[in-house]
């Protein structure tokens, strides 16, 4: 969408005049290393194309007014001056946590007009929750004249899922949003929050996400139920050796000492995650070292251990991933995202990704009789101001 076409969308909406200001914040997809960032371990995600635009400009009377191109008809209202809670519209909560925490550190702001229009789909894995809650810090900071640390304002956007949205999720999600690099993937370190950045050879692969539209809720406590066995597992290997605070302490040689003393579901959860972190480093060689072969091999592992281990894929998943890896120029695919359903990820040679999106598509219609949404994508910079 050109900057032209947002404005004049933002125009029918709130009428001319004024400066407009266009931000841009990015979805994102883990390449690998999953469920080990609340174990205080490694994961390594990129900004995505699909992205969501937030066209912007100042109110001189402290009040907030967000209309979303997704829901027509419901706008987000509130005001600088007052307390501002959780509220209505639901998708609200994610302009107002950030907004709140924002006043709540004391950064001066301004009102503002916002119309807030994506591509990035809502709900798919692909974060477009971290992408809201960034983007509308960058657009309150852009109005206001304010700027903050990358760190801090990911720690914040963190707070405000958290806090407004109810999902006690990790750091990656808003510290890929916020700090992605143009063609390179982040090797995060989730204790320390220390990065690097990995080229990504746009002449030697491509990322393909494979969004397999469905969504099992189960009972909805399986994201709860995994952490309370990470932290069981803590517990015990703790005993052994103050030392280890988290799982990611936890050496291979000591998993499989510990074997013994934990319940078989317990030692599988924590054998995920011992080995997730292992090949997310592995992972982030191969792919400096150009070693694709062995970088795919990596993800298929890494998918087998969250099928197998950790218990988080479904047949759809596992049908996606099967298929992308009996398909030619195929390095490696896998699950991305929390599991029960969602997308998956591939890393294809750039051309055979016209056919990897044909015969995946078609495969999987015969199959479930779903359409799968499949795109490819390099990897962006982070969140950033436009015009
Ligand atoms: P994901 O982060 O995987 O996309 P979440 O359930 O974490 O899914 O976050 C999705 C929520 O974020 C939506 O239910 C909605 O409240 C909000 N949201 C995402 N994109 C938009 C948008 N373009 N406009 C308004 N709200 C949005
Ligand atoms: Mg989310």
Not at 277 to 288: D, G, I, M, V, W
Not at 353 to 381: C, L
Request: with cysteine; aromatic share 6%.
């Amino acid at each position: 969408m050109t900057l032209a076409k947002l404005k004049t969308e933002f125009t029918r909406e709130f009428g001319s005049g004024g400066r407009l200001h266009v931000i841009r914040a990015p979805g994102r997809v883990n390449l690998i290393g999953e469920h080990t960032d609340y174990n205080e371990g490694f994961v390594f995600p990129m900004a995505i194309e699909p992205q969501i635009f937030f066209v912007c400009r100042p109110r001189t009377d402290g009040k907030v007014v967000v209309k979303s191109s997704l829901f027509p008809g419901s706008t987000a209202e509130m005001s600088l001056s007052g307390r501002i809670t959780k509220g209505e519209p639901k998708w609200s909560n994610y302009v107002r946590g950030p907004i709140a925490l924002l006043l709540a550190k004391g950064v001066p702001l301004v009102g503002m007009d916002c119309l807030i229009i994506n591509t990035l789909p809502m709900g798919g894995g692909l974060s477009s929750s971290a992408a809201m809650e960034v983007g509308t810090v960058r657009a309150m900071l852009t109005l206001a004249g304010e700027s903050m640390d990358e760190s801090a304002l990911a720690q914040l956007c963190q707070k405000a899922e958290h806090d407004f949205a109810d999902v006690p999720c990790g750091i990656m999600d808003q510290t890929i949003v916020v700090s992605g690099k143009a063609d390179h993937a982040m090797l995060l370190d989730c204790r320390d929050l220390s990065r690097r950045f990995v080229p990504l050879d746009k002449d030697e692969l491509t990322v393909v996400v494979t969004n397999s539209m469905v969504k099992h809720e189960l009972s909805g406590g399986e994201y709860a139920e995994r952490r309370q066995q990470c932290e069981e597992a803590v517990r015990y290997f703790g005993k052994t050796d103050p030392a280890i605070r988290a799982l990611r302490d936890v050496t291979r040689e000591q998993l499989e000492t510990g074997r013994t003393g934990l319940s078989d579901v317990v030692f599988r959860r924590a054998r995920h995650v011992v080995g997730e972190n292992e090949r997310c480093l592995k992972f982030a060689e191969c792919l400096t070292s150009r070693r694709y072969e062995q970088a795919g091999q990596l993800m298929l592992q890494s998918h087998e251990s969250l099928r197998d281990d950790y218990e988080v894929s479904v047949p759809e998943i596992d049908f996606l991933v099967q298929t992308a890896m009996n398909l030619k120029g195929v390095y490696g695919s896998r699950m991305t995202g929390g599991g029960f359903g969602g997308c998956t990820v591939s890393l294809v040679q750039p051309r055979f990704v016209e056919s990897f999106v044909q015969e995946i598509r078609q495969a999987y219609q015969s199959r479930f009789r779903i359409e799968a949404v499949v795109f490819a994508t390099h990897a962006t910079d982070g969140a950033g101001v436009l015009e």
